[in-house]
């Protein structure tokens, strides 16, 4: 029996094994990604590349990265996605949800880095924000501004009120939904990074760890911070029209809208490719994609979709991926990493949960 033979009939076992589970649907012949929109471009230009050669083109659908994973993790079965997309890890709720519902073999592939920024107009003042300024704009319940430890609903209404070295102008600052990853890492990186610059509020994490989520996580909801959706052209577009509003979203939308907006300064520091790359950039974060191990030889394509995204023509470090704003792994995590996605490995709960041990905790 030849090779190819093989594994037709490989393909057609896999088919029918998946026809036997209550629920599933009769097989398909595209990919089906979901997830994060800061990924999204990232995966639709790997998605172009890969219909190029003769496959179908994969449809992707950006949900944000909570979407996408409640998407992906409904079950086994092609009415359910193959892969989704993330900007930052998977949870260890979402983990769970995925093992309750008989999604047991899952491959994580973190694919590079990206930096958050906060960015406004090109027609507005540029400005340099600290973590603390962030946290006092953003943050649902702040320190009271007489000095005592004590927290008070966000009183405050203007930047320069926040701090005297920002312009006198409205806190308005267009972001993410909850569902989103882009809007997850911000709350920890920024606002949390924030929080903790007041000792007493840091304390809290070693005493409650609820309760200091719920203080250091918390975004207000008295206007200043506006839920824009998923869609960071829009905020662009907005911050276009109102140079005196800021936006929230991912490195490569900065980088494909230049001289549109301009990025803050955080903690001194430019969001630049080098400054995310290297981590010296305080708001950078991971960007992942899990691929549904039981759909591989299912649905068409998944394994050779996974070896084009990590292949160095595309995520190297003169990738066109990099052409789009996505910051490459180091030379060594990205061998590893495109030796894991392409043997496709199971990502069992003690290798997902490694890095975010402390986190589900």
């Known amino acids: 029996m030849n090779v190819k033979m093989k594994a037709t009939l490989a393909g057609a076992a896999a088919a029918l094994a998946m026809a036997s589970v209550p629920g599933t649907a009769m097989a398909r012949d595209t990919i089906s990604i979901v997830g994060s929109s800061t990924v999204y471009p990232f995966a639709t230009v790997v998605a172009e590349r890969f219909g190029r ?43 769970e949800l995925c093992q309750s519902n008989g999604v047991k073999d899952i491959t994580e592939v973190k694919v590079g880095y990206d930096g958050i920024v906060i960015a406004n107009s090109v027609k507005g003042k540029h400005i340099d924000l600290s973590l603390r300024d962030v946290f006092l704009a953003l943050a649902k319940d702040v320190p009271n501004p007489d000095g005592s430890e004590e927290l008070v609903a966000n009183p405050y209404k203007t930047w320069k009120e926040v701090n005297p070295a920002l312009p006198n102008t409205k806190i308005e600052v267009l972001g993410p939904p909850p569902t989103s990853g882009t809007r997850d890492a911000f709350n920890e990186l920024a606002i949390e990074g924030g929080c903790k610059s007041f000792p007493w509020l840091k304390a809290i994490k070693g005493e409650d760890k609820s309760k200091y989520k719920a203080i250091c996580r918390s975004v207000r909801e008295d206007g200043a911070y506006v839920e824009a959706g998923e869609n960071d052209n829009l905020i662009v577009q907005k911050l276009e029209k109102n140079p005196d509003a800021f936006g929230v979203f991912g490195y490569s939308f900065l980088d494909q809208n230049r001289g549109v907006v301009q990025a803050a300064n955080v903690g001194g520091v430019e969001p630049t490719f080098e400054a995310i790359g290297s981590g010296d950039y305080p708001v950078s974060r991971s960007l992942y994609f899990y691929v549904k191990k039981a759909h591989v030889g299912v649905v068409p394509g998944i394994e050779g979709y996974v070896k084009e995204f990590t292949s160095e023509k595309a995520w190297g470090d003169q990738g066109y991926l990099g052409e789009k704003g996505l910051i490459p792994l180091g030379d060594d995590l990205r061998k590893s990493m495109a030796k894991q996605a392409r043997s496709l490995k199971r990502s069992e709960e003690r290798r997902v949960g490694k890095e975010c041990r402390s986190r589900w905790s």
Do not use: Y
Request: some cysteine; hydrophobic content about 25%; charged content about 20%.
């Open 53 to 95: 050669t003769g496959n179908a083109t994969p449809k992707i659908e950006s949900t944000g990265s909570g979407g996408g994973m409640k998407l992906f993790c409904q079950g086994v079965g092609t009415q359910h996605p193959d892969i989704t997309n993330a900007s930052r890890r998977m949870k260890k709720s979402e983990f």
